[in-house]
Each structure stands twice: as C-alpha cells, then as structure tokens.
C-alpha cells in the first residue's frame, strides 16, 4: 500500500481481505495490529470494518455472482482487482450503497491500488451487476453459496438438508450482543435498564448498542461480561459448583472462568498463553471475582490434587461462531479438522487424570463439526471405562429441547432461537468420574 494511502477506508477494507483470504490471517488479529486504522476516528474504523465484515460474510455469495459475471477467472496476479470487485458487489448486494457510488468509488480504488489496467473489467462487470442483478440472483442458491463446499457436505450429512440450510440462513444475519450477568437474579432489573430481552436461557440480548459496549450501564460496575448465549451454556452444566475446586483448562479472554467463579466455586483458570491469561485476571478484575491464573500447556498440566470438576473449552475450528468471525468458515480447510482432533484427544485424556472420582467433567467446543463434538466423546468413553455420560435435561438449558441430542448432550445451532436473532454452535458433553 502507498505511503497516505491508509486514510481511505476501502483501501483498508481491500487490505484486509487480502490478508484475511490470501495471507490466512484471522480478520480478528489483521484489524488490531492494522497501522492504517490508528490515524482513523471511531467512525471510519467502524466503516472499514463493516465494509470487510459485508464481503466476508457474503463471500460465497459475492463470489458465486463474479463467478457468472467473467469468462474465465481472475487471474492470481489480479488479486487485488478481484477484492475490490468484491467490495464494490457488497456495496450493492449487502450495504444499499447507491448504485453510482459504489461503481465510481469503487473504479477509482483499481487506479490507488496499482490495478489501473482492471478499471474497465471492474466498471464493466460492477455495471452489468447493476442491470441483470435480478436474474443473475435468482440463479444462485443462496444458502449453498454462504457455506464452502466441504462444509455444506458435512453439516447436511450431519444435520440434514433443511437445518443445513437453517443454518446458513443463520449464518448471514449480524449477531446480537449477548450479556452474561454475575448475579443471575438481577436479570430483569438490567433487562429493563439496557432495554434488553432475557433469553430461555437467562443471558440477556441488546439488539441495537448504539456504540460501544463499554459505554453500555453497568460495565464499569462490572455487572455483566459479553458471551454469546450458546457460550454461557457449557458452564452451566456443572450445576452446583458453590466451594467446588473446578479447573477451566482453556481458560481464555475468561467467559466462562467469570461463569464459574461467579457461581462460587474455586477456580483454577489455565491457559497456554500467558498474554491471553491477561484478560482473564483483567476480565476477573473488572466483574470484582477472584479466580487462580495458570500460564500452562493443559496437555501437560500436573495439578497438585484431583479437582472435583473440569471444564475442558477445547481449541476447535470454531465453524459454530461464524456469525461473529464472518472470515472463520473461510479460513478452514478440511485439514484443520484432522489436527484438531489429534489434541482434543490429548486435552480429554489430560483432563481425565484431573478429576476425582465422582467428579464431574464438560468437554465442549464452538464447532459444528461431528468430528470436534460427539465423534470425540464417543471415543473417549471406549477408551477411558472410569467415565460415564450424564444427559443434559432440557430444564438446564432454560427448557430448549431442541438444544439436546439424542445422547443427551448440548448442541446449539446457529439456526436455533431464529426468531430472536439465533445463537452460536456450541456442542458440550457432561461426563462423570465413577471409578
Ligand atoms: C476456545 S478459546 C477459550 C475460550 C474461553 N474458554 C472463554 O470462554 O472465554 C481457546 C483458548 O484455549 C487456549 N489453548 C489452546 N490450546 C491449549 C492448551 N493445550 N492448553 C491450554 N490452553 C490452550 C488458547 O490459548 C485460547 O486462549
């Protein structure tokens, strides 16, 4: 990028979905150390990042609509034209930016980008868009296009092909803001101060923010913490945990540690990242509750003594988050499941040697995949006999039936509480120590 070139949001945008697509850069991480964003106010940062969040989370369905538009594909040395075509088809299909402006802010981007010999293919093609846009949309399946192809394979064979597209439809909406309270008994008070809606499952969800979370009431009292409502659900399924030594082995930014201590047990927060294990003793510091830090590797953790309950939050590929990471389901591959399973394994084993017996271990993960979720438990409990299944009720989740498998585990969908803005993929099992 040219020096002062940083001070056009769509030249941002289009860096950064390079770096999200072609450098495989999480966009999470690619934003925060992003120099060109630090000279930008609060509102143009929040402008590139709604412009990157509109291509990303459409991208299969940008593309799909390129696709139909070229003769051939654009060629890899085009890179940079091909992102700023997908930024002007946002601003049409997804953003309602007026039609002449998107096409002339976005031709100019191909001469500040060096990519001067494209300006004619991208008017041309963002122009023909604007003219045969109805036809050409009617010939894209929409829901197929938002999900890569060996995604869509494995959630049809897993869930089917109505939920699969549930879940895709799910996948396109911005998630609301999810709170988790500290003191569950005070939801309707903040329920009425934030203008909220308490959820089956008693987190409470603001549909409009109106700016920044930490300006919202009661973060600088520290009454709630953000968490999805799928996330604050795993936690949950330790039930009565008040004066328990509970060990949270993947521990950070500290969701669901807060969860815990806030529920009175004694709390060993882990996590391999001493940077990360930060923000879980900030995080604790703000909401006023207290939890043990440790900066460890939970593979190879030795605790001093057995604890009477674990919550394993294994790393996963994270495909149940989509909403809120629009670049993850882009950034998987196929591969990624295959490696992750070998240390989910290793994380289950390690927690086992944890726990006392009677104690109680969740294993959860944010993916949708069957390989990360029950397929990991099922061996696990061939292959570790001290262990049993204890089924998740239906009571415990806030009365969402849905949300239980037949095994009787905890499996939330993208797709689930449609109507109220849906909820993150969460998978979590509920195992005992009875030997
Ligand atoms: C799934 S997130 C955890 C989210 C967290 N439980 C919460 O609710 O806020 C992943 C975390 O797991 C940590 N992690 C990954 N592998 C680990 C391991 N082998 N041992 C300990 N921590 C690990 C990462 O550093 C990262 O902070």
Known sequence: MKP???????????????QVLRGRRPLDDAFAGHPGLKPLDLRDRAFVRALTAAVLRHL????????????????????VA????????????????????????????????????????VNALLRRFIDEHETLLASIDRARAAVPAWLWKSWEATYGLETTQAIAAGLSGEAPLDLTLKDPATAAEWAEKLGAEILPTGSLRVQETHGRVDALLG??????????????????????????????????????????AAAGAKV????????????????????GLTAETVADDAAFYRAPRPFDAVLLDAPCSATGTARRHPDVLWL????????????????LDAAAKMISTGGTLVYCV?????????????????????????????????????????????????????????????????LRRVS
């Open 4 to 18: 002062g070139a940083a001070a056009n949001p769509r030249v941002l945008a289009v860096d950064l979905i390079g």
């Open 60 to 79: 299969g369905l940008i593309d799909a609509v390129i696709a139909k538009l070229v003769r051939e594909p654009i060629k890899p040395r085009d890179a």
């Open 82 to 121: 091909e992102d700023i075509l997908r930024l002007g088809l946002a601003q049409l299909l997804i953003l309602e930016t007026p039609p002449h402006a998107a096409v002339s802010a976005t031709v100019a981007l191909t001469v500040e980008l060096n990519m001067a010999h494209m300006t004619g293919f």
């Open 219 to 260: 973060f600088s009292q520290g009454v709630w913490w953000v968490q999805d409502a799928g996330a604050a659900l795993p936690a949950k399924l330790l039930g009565n945990i008040a004066g328990q030594r509970v060990v949270d082995l993947c521990a950070a930014p500290g969701g669901k540690t807060m969860q815990l």
């Open 268 to 287: 060993t927060a882990l996590d391999r990242s001493a940077q990360r294990l930060r923000r879980v003793t900030e995080n604790l510091a703000r909401v």
């Open 332 to 347: 998987k591959q196929p591969g990624d499941i295959d490696t992750l399973i070998i240390a989910q394994d290793r994380l």
């Open 366 to 430: 944010c993916s949708l995949e069957p390989e990360e979720g029950p397929e990991r438990i099922a061996r696990f409990l061939a292959r570790d006999r001290r262990f049993i299944r204890v089924p998740v009720r239906a009571a415990e989740v806030g009365g969402m039936a849905e949300f239980i498998t037949p095994q009787g585990d905890l499996r939330t969908l993208p797709s689930h509480l449609a109507d109220k803005g849906g909820i993150d993929g969460f998978y979590a099992a509920r």
